[in-house]
T-cell receptor
Framework: EAGVAQSPRYKIIEKRQSVAFWCNPISGHATLYWYQQILGQGPKLLIQFQNNGVVDDSQLPKDRFSAERLKGVDSTLKIQPAKLEDSAVYLC????????????????FGQGTRLTVV | GNSVTQMEGPVTLSEEAFLTINCTYTATGYPSLFWYVQYPGEGLQLLLKATKADDKGSNKGFEATYRKETTSFHLEKGSVQVSDSAVYFCALSNTDKLIFGTGTRLQVFP
């Protein structure tokens, strides 16, 4: 079974530029997550999709970050304009279904995109 | 709110030593608990999980027991190997969110 695919693996941009990351989840997985992992910290959820609808984007800085999941499959995360503090690894994950209270659904992670803003 | 607290690293051990990485959580209701591992240059991988109190998750010689009375999910391994060197993340899932701790780096030397 193919895993979660992300591209690019690395990206270096100047501040105020824009950047986009792409994620292809595991086939058939309805739930897709984007996490931001700043060096030395745990992953922080930015946005969660259920199929092509947004479930949670409460921690997404909407003035500069946007994400979409057209057709409920692939997803893109965009930053425009980038700031120095956006330097981080951006992780995409997917799970078969939306976890429900009292149950659990394993999330599978991609290798991430390491963004450096200079 | 929901949160996870892990011991700070790095944890430095010699091969075959006993490992404990502490994890405590705060949550409403009855979360599921996880340990994820991140090897150098790789993505996060699920190491083990437990879905209810007193459950023990185990995988690759690692174990963790869901202790509701102490709100803990400590990771243990009886004899670590150099190949276990990685960053370990404790996480909880409550309703539909997966929340991570800050991670603990383990370094094992021969």
């Amino acid at each position: 079974e193919a895993g979660v695919a992300q591209s690019p693996r690395y990206k270096i941009i100047e501040k105020r530029q824009s950047v986009a990351f792409w994620c292809n989840p595991i086939s058939g997985h309805a739930t897709l997550y984007w996490y931001q992992q700043i060096l030395g910290q745990g992953p922080k959820l930015l946005i969660q999709f259920q199929n092509n609808g947004v479930v949670d984007d409460s921690q997404l800085p909407k003035d500069r970050f946007s994400a979409e999941r057209l057709k409920g499959v692939d997803s893109t995360l965009k930053i425009q304009p980038a700031k120095l503090e956006d330097s981080a690894v951006y992780l995409c994950a997917s799970s078969l279904d939306r976890p429900r209270w009292g149950l659990n659904t394993e999330a599978f992670f991609g290798q991430g995109t390491r963004l450096t803003v200079v | 709110g929901n949160s996870v607290t892990q011991m700070e690293g790095p944890v430095t051990l010699s091969e075959e030593a006993f490992l404990t990485i502490n994890c405590t959580y705060t949550a409403t209701g009855y979360p599921s608990l996880f340990w994820y591992v991140q090897y150098p240059g790789e993505g996060l991988q699920l190491l083990l999980k437990a879905t209810k109190a007193d459950d023990k998750g185990s995988n690759k010689g690692f174990e963790a027991t869901y202790r509701k009375e102490t709100t803990s999910f400590h990771l243990e391994k009886g004899s670590v190997q150099v190949s276990d060197s990685a960053v370990y993340f404790c996480a909880l899932s409550n309703t539909d969110k997966l929340i991570f701790g800050t991670g603990t780096r383990l370094q094992v030397f021969p």
